[in-house]
């Protein structure tokens, strides 16, 4: 478990890359690349801070909306990522989950998804789980049609069970960098009681200061879980939540 005061989940909105490019009169895909630089910086102060899980929303269901020239830019970036990437990442002891439908993927991208996900199999410092092609309204169907497929009957803790993120615990905070106030599609049943951080800075600018800045808010709050102040103040340990998981 991390220390108190340290959440041992943390969930990123990693928004602002596109901004900030545009802002320095750069194209779209200038700021994703840095935007990989700030997820590296991230990955090991959260690692250094004793946070057990870090996902981040890479890429949703709604991106491919987006002009075809920055989507390809993307799968560009992703590709060359996971080959520089996933040796550092191994090396910190960081395993790898990719979140999404993994059926629309080129094949190229998807067999290096899953070659990352097997040569970080047996990391334990930290999980790094990156939602890609992924929406939370996907991620509720796709539980509920797997129970479905199976006859099970459709109740709160199966959902749970089936939902992508099922092999972590809910999210303790969820941060959400560019200044807009929303998830987005992220995280829908998870985030259900995580708290919530929005930061003005673009994820570019997303550094060491503020993710203490938000580490630091959320060791301020009180989670209830729908008990009372008193009650918490008396209780030697928090109520159980869905996705209870013993070790990273």
């Known amino acids: 478990m991390s220390a108190p005061g340290i959440p041992h989940h943390i969930a ?17 895909v200038a700021g994703h690349k840095q935007g990989v630089d700030s997820l590296r910086r991230c990955v090991r102060a959260c690692a ?24 390809s830019g993307l799968m560009d970036l992703l590709a ?11 090396a910190d002891g960081v395993r ?7 059926s629309g993927l080129s094949e190229r991208i998807a067999a290096g998804l899953a070659k990352a996900e097997q040569e970080t199999a047996r990391n334990e410092r930290m999980v790094l789980n990156v939602c890609f092609n992924y929406g939370g309204r996907w ?25 992508a993120l099922a092999h972590v615990p809910d999210p303790d905070l969820v941060i ?21 951080f929005f930061s003005e800075r673009l994820w570019p600018e997303f550094d060491e ?14 989670r209830r879980f729908g008990q009372t102040p008193a009650q918490v103040a008396e209780a030697v340990e928090p109520p159980a939540q869905h996705g209870q998981w013993q070790s990273a």
Do not use: C, K
């Open 12 to 28: 990123i909105v990693m928004d602002g890359n596109g901004r900030w490019a545009t802002r320095r009169f750069l194209p779209r």
């Open 48 to 71: 250094a801070r004793g946070v057990g899980v870090l996902t981040v929303f890479a890429f949703s269901s709604e991106n491919w909306n987006r002009p075809r020239d920055e989507v």
């Open 80 to 90: 060359g990522a996971l080959a520089r990437e996933v040796p550092r990442l191994s």
């Open 96 to 102: 790898l989950h990719f979140v999404g439908e993994r």
């Open 139 to 163: 991620d509720i169907a796709q539980a509920a049609a797997s129970l479905a497929a199976r006859g099970e009957p459709l109740t709160e803790a199966n959902l749970h069970r089936a939902m």
């Open 176 to 196: 959400r960098t560019g200044g807009e106030q929303r998830l987005s599609n992220f995280l829908l049943w998870q985030s259900a009681y995580s708290e919530l």
């Open 209 to 222: 200061a503020a993710l203490d800045e938000a580490i630091a808010a959320f060791g301020r709050r009180e």
